[in-house]
């Protein structure tokens, strides 16, 4: 049985993407990309919000060539994986070109759920408004936040939908340039 997981990068406010949208800050090194690459390994189901969706379907037609390892083990990563696209906005004619990727209209815990307790790959929830109705609903098995040493005073919160969640700490790790790296549990 798979698990259903769900990780992104922030600032140490607690943002995903500055007042402009930008995340330009929390661009990962070559330790952090690796990081999470191997956070993602096991995922056979990528869950995501039409947002993180746009921009994560660059690797659907990156040129590899001069990229870095960690890119590249990414890339394989992204492109063995099914994707599915929780959007009210998008056409199906939008993902025409996208490999392994269909549209749902709303977002279903008891799907995701059931799509993880199918296979033995985990489902990655992706986004912080799918992450915090995966995290209401109690889905999520797994957290991993990688911390960049940043203040950018508002934006996109990590968490945007208010839930009261217990959380275990089972990892921390330091990374260069002072990121740091949290991986938590839902306490029983």
């Known amino acids: 049985m798979g698990r259903v997981v769900y990780g992104n ?7 995903v993407a500055d007042r402009e949208g930008r995340f330009d800050w929390a661009v990962p090194g ?5 990081a999470v690459n191997d956070d993602l390994r096991n995922v056979g189901t990528f869950v995501l919000g039409r947002r993180v969706w746009e921009v994560l379907r660059a690797w659907d037609v990156m040129d590899l060539a001069d ?16 994707k599915v696209v929780c959007s ?13 990727t269909r549209l749902s209209r709303t977002f279903d815990p008891d799907e995701v759920r059931a799509l993880a307790a199918a296979s033995d790959r985990d489902v990655a929830v992706g986004g912080p408004e799918l992450a915090s109705q ?19 005073g508002g934006g996109t919160p990590a968490f945007p939908t208010p839930v009261l969640l217990g959380l275990e700490l089972v990892e921390q790790r330091a990374y260069d340039g002072g990121v740091v790296g949290l991986r938590y549990r839902p306490r029983a």
């Not at 990229?67 to 099914?82: L, N, P, Y």
């Not at 995290?135 to 990688?146: E, K, M, T």
């Open 9 to 15: 990068q922030m600032s140490l406010d607690g943002y």
């Open 30 to 34: 070559e330790d952090v990309h690796s």
């Open 67 to 82: 990229q870095g390892d960690a890119v590249r083990d990414f890339a394989g990563i992204w492109a063995a994986a099914d």
């Open 88 to 100: 009210r906005t998008l056409a199906e004619e939008d993902l025409a070109d996208a490999p392994r």
């Open 134 to 152: 995966a995290l209401a609903s109690g889905i999520v098995d797994d957290v991993s936040l990688h911390v960049h040493p940043v203040v950018v």
